[in-house]
């Protein structure tokens, strides 16, 4: 009887035991399937599954459904977008449906590639093109054989290179280098920085008028023309006018233009403000060097011309020309004048203003004259009818 009773007892725990684990154990659900798309770079292909790495940086394991893309067709640093079927619950890799869009990096190689080095850091070499842009390029030296040691800032440097045309972030990879050129140690017979340009018999004088009827004044051998400073490739700036930076009006109108055009969701930045005439010397001869004069002289003012040394001219953003499509240009190109700049050396009036279209440069004139030269379209040359050109005599 005692054996029953305990046989019973336990039957009975038994069945308890069971009814909780029973009600204690998850629902089984089914996995839900949502039609989701992904936006990133390949990271890599293995084994028919491709990982993608979203701007977020999330990672997602797709396999290609037959008859969608293979495996030799994507690569890793391939951006793709595609749709796939994503299992809530699925620890396999998503099966793609479409492939919406794919790009490829294109390798693109530069022989002779040569500059300036401005900064080496690790093994990432930043040097300064000698080019009519002036660029910039970050160079992934580490897989170069025959970098020499002591590379440094202000070396000359010529290299074969290659880059991802669609990966404009990725340092360019240094493939060899041709040839380094270390700063001359300073000559005691190299010529010092003189103002020993011959006055310019096209210029107009101190008490003349313009053509459009504009009052001359030359006050210190600096050029006002009805109260506006002149710099350009006729009038020149003497050595010692040297406003110490930009002026305090110009830098104020420019924080003003700063804040306005971030209100519209825009950063401008100053990438180069005043410039010394010694400054211009030096870098003007260094191009003359490297380019002859005749090319320098498209991209490139000789000392005393430049209008950086007036403290009223600025360079924006990005010294391409490129600049003036992007949302910062096209806003800085509206907007400016609201400011009292102009961009000084606009499109298809080099003939006249003597510098290719730089839609990065602007000039303070003040909010009056930058309206009128705005809206009426024309270069301050064209405006006050006078030249911009070298006097060669
Ligand atoms: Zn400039």
């Known amino acids: 009887m ?99 869009s794919h790009v490829k990096p294109k390798l693109i190689e ?14 990432v070499v930043t040097l300064k093109e000698d080019t009519v842009l002036n660029r910039e390029v970050k160079l992934d030296v580490s897989k170069v054989s025959n970098l020499p040691s002591g590379l440094a800032a202000e070396d000359e440097l010529t290299v074969d290179a290659r880059y991802w045309d669609n990966h404009p972030d990725v340092p360019w990879e240094a493939v060899a280098v041709m040839r380094i050129e270390k700063p001359a140690p ?93 400054t211009q010397y030096v870098i003007y001869w260094r191009y003359v060097r490297n380019d002859g004069q005749k090319a320098a002289d498209t991209y490139s003012a000789r000392p005393g011309h430049s209008e950086h040394q007036t403290g009223l001219a600025m360079d924006l953003n990005s010294l391409k020309s490129a600049f003036g499509d992007t949302p910062e240009g096209k806003w800085l190109a509206a907007h400016c004048h609201e400011y009292g700049f102009i ?16 839609p990065w440069h602007v000039r303070y004139v003040g909010v009056e004259l930058a309206t009128r030269l705005y809206e009426s379209g024309l270069t301050l040359e064209e405006y006050f009818g006078i030249d911009s050109e070298y006097y060669e005599g």
């Open 186 to 278: 300073p000559d005691p017979t190299d010529p010092e920085v003189v103002d020993d340009e011959k006055p310019n018999p096209n210029a107009l004088q101190d008490g003349d008028v313009t053509p459009n009827g504009f009052q001359v004044r030359v006050i210190n051998g600096i050029t006002y023309i009805d109260g506006v400073l002149i710099a350009n490739k006729t009038y020149r700036l003497p050595m010692s006018y040297n406003p110490g930076g930009l002026t305090k009006e110009c830098k104020r109108a420019f924080e003003e233009m700063k804040a306005g055009a971030a209100e519209d969701g825009y950063t401008l930045k100053i990438v180069s403000g005043f410039r010394s005439f010694e």
């Open 110 to 123: 530069v022989k002779g590639l040569h500059g300036l080095v401005t900064a080496v850091e690790g093994s």
């Open 2 to 100: 005692k054996k029953l009773v305990v046989g019973i007892s336990v039957l009975l725990v038994l069945a308890c035991v069971g009814a909780g684990a029973y009600i204690l154990r998850p629902q089984p659900q089914a996995a839900t399937v949502m039609t989701v798309e992904v936006k990133g770079e390949v990271v890599d292909v293995k084994d028919g599954v491709m990982t993608v790495r979203t701007e977020s940086g999330e990672e997602y394991r797709l396999v290609f459904a037959e008859g969608v893309k293979t495996e030799e067709e994507v690569g890793a640093e391939d951006k793709i977008a595609v749709t796939c079927a994503c299992a809530t619950d699925a620890a396999q890799p998503f099966p793609v449906t479409a492939v919406n």
């Open 343 to 358: 961009i000084r050396y606009p499109k298809g009036k080099s003939g006249i203003t003597g510098y290719i279209y730089e």
